[in-house]
């Protein structure tokens, strides 16, 4: 009786290690494609990234310059007279807007340009895990794949080794 649980419990994992195999070899094929997608995601990503950063320096370089144009002009007395004369101050105070509006959007495209580079730092570790778990469910494929075999040899093995012993045990289990 012992032999033949023995050779139930090899086709058993026989069985199963051949449906781990498949199933494996399902869930990687669809971990492949998310890892390729992911992979483009990243690469879209990264060149608007530093699409954004071009962006932000050319906007603090004109905003210095504007502030600079600003101070200029500040320290001008004949442009101060000429502005309160002729525009009634209005001058001064578009640009002091100007320059306070300048700063808030350069602040605004830092936060955009931090948030995107968290992102980006974010999308390369996921990936990475994702990366560093498929090869992980590749060796267990591989596993399964080899223990199929196996079991599966073994099965053979004993059975044609064993079948006069199973047969009795059969032939008596019957009578």
């Known amino acids: 009786m012992g032999k033949v649980l023995t050779l139930l419990l090899m086709i058993l994992l026989t069985i199963a290690s051949t449906a781990g195999y498949f199933v494996l070899d399902k869930i990687i094929s669809a971990g492949e494609i998310r890892i390729a997608a992911g992979q483009r995601q990243l690469e879209e990503g990264q060149p608007s990234m530093d699409e954004g950063k071009a962006a932000l320096l050319a906007g603090k370089r004109n905003l210095s310059e504007g502030k ?46 931090d948030a995107g580079e968290e992102r980006l730092h974010a999308g390369k570790l996921k990936l990475s895990h994702w990366r560093e778990r498929l090869r992980l469910a590749k060796k267990v494929h591989v596993a399964c794949a080899i223990g199929g075999g196996v079991f599966a040899s073994l099965s053979i093995v004993f059975g044609l080794r064993w079948r006069r012993s199973l047969a009795k045990v059969i032939t008596h289990s019957r009578t």
């Open 68 to 113: 600079e144009e600003y101070a200029e002009a500040e320290d001008n007395l004949f442009l101060k007279w000429a502005d309160k004369l002729l525009n009634a101050g209005k001058g001064l105070k578009e640009g002091r807007e100007q320059i306070a509006e300048g700063e808030k959007q350069v602040a605004e495209g830092e936060e955009k340009v």
